[in-house]
């Protein structure tokens, strides 16, 4: 006990009782406290890998977040720019009927238009035809036929 300052007497009787042949602990009880003190441990090292383990997954998951966001924002900004160079109006007046309401008269207008043949003439119509997207449209639907009158 050297970093406690005790009275002459007791330092006499602990260096006596620490110079004294003590017994050995049993074998079988060594043994028990050794095992017990060495799962203590591993559990207390597997308790802090876990939890280090789970904090670098969260930090993981985050910066996947964060990469997912960058990229989704950056698609949204770079549509944004080509809708914009290519004169594509973000929003439609309010007096224009919508696509649906097009190819329906389309369709009635002309019943041996199929139902998609109809919904891109109205999409382009929609679109309008400076806006660039004629070309796109029509290598999405490349079997669709024209029926520009």
Known sequence: MDHLHLPSELERVERLLARAPRPEPLTALRRRVLDDVHEELRHCVLHRLRAELLREQRRASRRLAAACAAALLVAVGLSLGVMHAAGVPLKTPASAPSVADVAWQLQQ?????????SLLQATLRQVGPDAGCGDLLKNLFPDAKSHDR
Do not use: A, K, N
């Open 109 to 117: 207008l002309s019943p041996q238009i199929s139902q998609r043949d």
